[in-house]
């Protein structure tokens, strides 16, 4: 314990120095003029020394620069120029601050909040307000510090939208609280900081709540509660870091498949170089070709051009021959140019087809690249889908986590009952469902004891993540109600579970009808009674083989189609005879199954409970849970399910 001690009370020192600023809806000069406000010394060194804090000499230039400020300001303030002036005035309490002068600091501070006053800037005024609240702190007046921090919490709780600051007053006074050793209106304060934290949705600053809670509760001397909100904070710890090594590793494979796609592109241009220098090989090769071919025609050409010659010299003595020849040359000529023709048109055949061919392969590359460039694209979303996926089932796994810390173990259910059984079969990894068992010792007015055991079975809007974010609000009101208010009294508890939910939620403002339909049981063993109160969810209970029903108000908890504040109806009943009693949310009813396809409906559970009440309540799980997978076969879960049992006898 003195090594989480010391842990948390790291946790305390340092959320106190920076949650300790807060932000304004100012204008920008308004901004610029408080944002160095809550500056402050080391509070390592102010508390160790309290109020003999040694001052730090002023040296000449912050003096000159104090007598330069007050000049400007007094000019300001003739001026009617009140923003101006605020802003060297708070600059000299800023200088006076930080040199331990804490009188002369205070005084400043008191003398902005005058000129703030006069110009309605609230929101200043409640963060110097603050400013000399921890003025007050560092030099261990708590009761004063106590008195201005105060002053800054009831302004800023007027505006609710400012989630940030509001957090920074609850933990100021908090922390005010401990030193004062006042720890139970520490803890009040810490239960709002808690609920504005969740709001917020911040899993650090959550964390930092919960160790704040854990270290007060611990100097209180509730050692139970002190554990339990350490070990909330351990989870939200490890479930940060998590969450960060996710972020890593993510990084790391992302930056390993750029170094692969960049090297499949260099080999790609290697490759297409080494194709460029074959075209060109190729190329020459063809032109050398042409080159020897002309050569060859120039040749012919002139050896036909000496023929010619030579023909032309003889043409008179050969002229008679010639006469006899002309004939048979020009048949020659006509076969020669009907065969020249016919190789003409099956080259330009050849042509044709080689283009058509070329084409087609153009075509067909230009398409394997298109494709290759999509499943390209498509395996890279495919591995951010995988990855993004892995990290949601990674957070709704940690979520379950909690949900199960937060529940009660089953078995621990049998300690206060004679039997009992729970069937709890969430549709997700977490639940909408949620039960909740305590028992509690109540003294009756004529100063009577006597131990009652409350049992809830809990059915909230929706499934999955959104049910079991409504399941932890459920659980925590509660611990609230019952634990902490000492209500016992099944409809006085639904009532202030309704108004709980609503202000939680905000519905009135939002318009929202999100909550719970439960049934609630409080069970009176030394007067051999219980009592029973339901919002839309039924009790059954089972008694000398008799099977009886009671239903519960149609009105559920948070439900604003109805007023805020609603009555819910209390039954009284006596226990004469060993007694079983059971409630339940609306999955295993509502589960769709059997050779139709129809729903389970509440009469078959009405007879299988009937006709097995005789047996155990281990007994009488495993009957349920083979029913109702027998009856689902290959039909999906379409809700959360929970089903208690439990077993009195009359004292």
Request: net charge negative; with cysteine.
């Amino acid at each position: 314990m003195r090594g989480k001690n010391i842990l948390v009370l790291l946790i305390l020192l340092h959320t106190f120095y920076h949650l300790s600023s807060a932000q304004t809806s100012l204008s920008d000069e308004m901004i610029q003029t408080v944002l160095n406000l809550e500056k402050r010394p080391l509070k390592s060194q102010v508390d160790s020394l309290g109020e003999n804090i040694p001052k730090i000499s002023i040296s000449k230039s912050y003096a000159d620069r104090i007598v330069l400020l007050e000049s400007k300001s007094q000019e300001f303030e003739k001026r009617k120029r009140y923003e101006e002036a605020t802003r060297g005035i708070n600059e000299i309490a800023t200088i006076y601050w930080e040199h331990f002068y804490f009188s002369e600091a205070r005084a400043y501070f008191h003398q902005s909040i005058r000129l703030n006053n006069k110009i309605g800037n609230h929101n200043g005024i409640g963060k110097l307000n603050n400013n000399i609240g921890m003025i007050c702190f560092d030099y261990s007046d708590y009761e004063l510090a106590l008195e201005y921090f105060n002053i800054t919490l009831d302004q800023r709780k007027k505006d609710v939208k400012q989630k940030d600051p509001l957090l920074s007053s609850l933990t100021n006074v908090a922390l005010t609280l401990n030193k004062l050793k006042r720890y139970n209106e520490a803890i009040v304060e810490l239960k709002s900081a808690e609920r504005v934290a969740h709001e917020m949705n911040e899993p650090e600053r959550i964390r930092t709540i919960y160790g704040m809670l854990s270290e007060t509760y611990d100097k209180a001397g509730d050692s139970k509660n002190a554990q339990k909100y350490f070990e909330l904070y351990r989870t939200f710890h490890e479930l940060i870091l998590k969450q960060k090594e996710v972020k890593i590793e993510q990084s790391i494979r992302e930056s390993e498949l750029e170094k692969k796609l960049l090297q499949l592109e260099k080999e790609n241009k290697e490759l297409q170089l080494v194709k460029t220098q074959q075209e060109l090989l190729k190329t020459e090769n063809q032109l050398a070709e042409s080159d020897s071919t002309n050569l060859h025609l120039t040749k012919v050409a002139t050896k036909k051009e000496l023929q010619i010659l030579t023909l032309q010299q003889e043409k008179e003595i050969q002229r008679l021959e010639l006469k006899e020849q002309d004939y048979l040359h020009e048949s020659e000529q006509k076969e020669t140019r009907t065969k020249l023709n016919a190789l003409f048109v099956f080259i330009i055949f050849l042509i044709v087809i080689a283009i058509l061919i070329y084409r087609s392969y153009f075509i067909k590359q230009r398409a394997n690249k298109k494709l290759a460039i999509q499943q390209k694209k498509i395996l890279h979303q495919k591995n951010l889908l995988e990855t993004q996926n892995e990290n949601i089932t990674q957070s709704i796994a940690y979520a379950a986590y909690i949900q199960k810390a937060v529940l009660e173990e089953v078995s621990e259910l049998n300690n206060y009952v004679n039997d009992s059984f729970i069937l709890f079969e969430p549709r997700d990894l977490v639940s909408g469902d949620f039960y909740w068992f305590k028992e509690i010792k109540t003294t009756s007015d004529n100063g009577q004891s006597s131990n009652k055991t409350i049992i809830t079975a809990a059915d909230c809007t929706g499934h999955g993540v959104p049910g079991a974010i409504m399941s932890m609000i459920g659980v925590k009101l509660m611990d609230q109600v019952v634990l902490e208010e000492h209500i016992t009294q099944p409809n006085q508890v639904l009532e202030k579970l309704h108004t709980g939910i609503v202000e939680s939620l905000h519905q009135e403002a939002t318009n929202i009808h999100d909550g719970m339909d439960l049934a609630f049981i409080s069970i009176d063993h030394q007067n051999n009674t219980f009592e029973f109160a339901g919002a839309k969810n039924p009790l059954i209970y089972i008694a000398d083989n008799e099977l009886y029903q009671i239903k519960g108000d149609k009105k559920s908890i948070g439900d604003q189609l109805h007023n805020q504040y609603i009555e819910y109806t209390n039954h009284k009943i006596e226990i004469s005879t060993p007694t079983w009693l059971y409630i339940f949310s609306d999955g295993f009813n509502d589960q769709f199954g059997g050779e139709k396809g129809g729903k389970f409906m509440i009469k078959r559970l009405k007879k299988i409970l009937l006709e097995n009440h005789q047996k155990s309540g281990k007994e009488q799980y495993e009957i349920l849970k083979k029913t109702l997978s027998e009856w689902m076969g290959e039909e999906d879960q379409v809700d959360d399910i929970l089903v208690m049992g439990i077993k009195i006898l009359p004292a």
